[in-house]
């Protein structure tokens, strides 16, 4: 959520920014609606004080003996109109509230222009494609061909973009999440969390999640609770309406989830293999800092994603979002993308953004600062660190031999009991 502050006193800025990402934002309707709400807060406010005013005055005549009658009839009057004022105030504020949801976080100045991810800038390239001497046959062609993916039984089982994995297969999703979670926690610092796959409501709306998105989420029929679609949402709530101190920050987490996501709008895009699922699992990183810290800890976030894939020795690059391909809640991200010999491109395997006080302001996330008077909003950032699909997709591809046999990454060997190589049984 923005700052109110921000929209009332800098609308050039804001303005600005908003165009910078390409979206007709409501942020005009927000200041109208903060207009109507200030006003009705100073008639409460006079009204109130009318009221109290009269009431003394009441008491003072009758401490005299002298009738208050019509002193009386007047703060009977304005009882009811404070009455119905307050309640125009409460769903002013309800309004306001609504469209203040709806308005995206403000790029950071030194994210790029452009309207789309072809915008997007080349930050730089680790390694080099491998060099396979044949043609590379996609990830579910030789996940069923050496019996590790079957994603027919998993469409009989549950419908499309669903995945069963089998023996080797299976091992291998499970060796990369602990080898993730291994070096996010052993190596990095973080501290390991399982928190619920099912959050409330007001979980969903303090990442950003909700309202604006809701159709792209599962929700459980009987309650208002959603699966998420990723760790960032529990982990970011470990701290709703929570005050921290300075010293203890930042705060560090790590979780490996399923993740649920229906990729509403996304028909047609991937819809073979592992790519676009509507349940994966994926190792996520968050921190929470100060705000004077967290572009560095937005460095310091990309490069643990990005060990994981150097542990690999898998071929990526890292780019920097333009302004027009920002998530919602995010002020800068980088993608990190892995490449695909099949499809001969790189695609994303990780997001790692910083959403400065965005989340925190609709979490009410603040921290008492050791040197000056006054508790701020922290900073909230997270990242992929990886998605476990996209992995397996990234393993298959990079390392896959002529015979369709998967060479294992000589890191992920000890998670595989000494596995070297999948092979066709």
């Not at 709400?37 to 003996?65: H, M, S, W, Y």
């Amino acid at each position: 959520m923005l700052d109110p502050q921000l929209l009332r006193e800098d609308s050039e800025r804001v303005r600005d920014a908003m165009a910078r990402r390409g979206v007709t934002a409501q942020w005009e309707a927000w200041r109208r609606r903060d207009r109507e709400r200030l006003a009705l807060v100073a008639e409460v406010d006079g009204l109130r004080q009318e009221r109290n005013r009269r009431t003394e005055e009441v008491a003072a005549r009758k401490a005299k003996g002298l009738p208050a009658d019509e002193l009386m009839a007047r703060i009977r009057q304005l009882g009811d109109t404070l009455k119905e004022r307050e309640a125009r105030l409460r769903d002013a504020e309800e309004a306001l509230q609504a469209v203040a949801l709806q308005l995206p976080n403000l790029p950071h100045p030194s994210v790029p222009a452009g309207s789309g991810s072809t915008d997007n800038k080349e930050v730089r390239v680790w390694g080099a494609p491998p060099t396979l001497g044949f043609a590379p046959r996609p990830h579910w062609e030789l996940g069923e061909q050496l019996g590790i993916l079957d994603f027919a039984r998993a469409a009989t089982i549950t419908g499309s973009r669903f995945a069963l994995y089998r023996g080797a297969g299976a091992l291998l999703e499970r060796a990369l999440s602990n080898f993730m979670l291994d070096l996010a926690t052993r190596e990095h610092g973080y501290l390991e969390v399982l928190p619920p796959a099912i959050v409330n409501r007001a979980s969903m709306t303090g990442t950003g999640q909700l309202p604006k998105f809701e159709e792209d989420l599962f929700r459980l029929r009987d309650e208002d609770y959603f699966l998420i679609p990723t760790a960032e949402v529990p982990l970011t709530n470990l701290h709703r309406d929570e005050l921290l101190n300075e010293a203890d920050l930042p705060r560090c987490y790590a979780a490996w989830t399923p993740c649920f996501r229906r990729e509403a709008g996304s028909h047609g895009k991937d819809v073979r293999g592992l790519i676009r699922q509507h349940q994966f699992h994926k190792v996520e990183l968050v921190r929470v800092t100060t705000p004077g810290r967290s572009y560095d800890e937005l460095e310091l976030l990309t490069a643990h994603a990005e060990a994981v894939l150097q542990r690999l020795q898998l071929h990526y690059r890292v780019a920097e979002l333009c302004a027009g391909d920002l998530g919602f809640a995010a002020a800068k991200t980088y993608d990190l993308e892995v490449w695909l010999p099949s499809q001969g491109e790189f695609r994303e395997i990780s997001s790692c953004s910083n959403f400065e006080e965005f989340q925190a302001r609709r979490c009410n996330i603040r921290y008492r600062p050791a040197a000056v008077k006054g508790n701020k909003f922290v900073h909230t950032l997270n990242g992929s660190g990886l998605a476990t699909g996209r992995t397996v997709v990234a393993i298959l591809e990079q390392y896959q031999q002529k015979d369709g046999s998967i060479v294992i990454p000589e890191a992920l060997r000890p998670y595989m009991h000494g596995m070297e190589k999948i092979e066709k049984r």
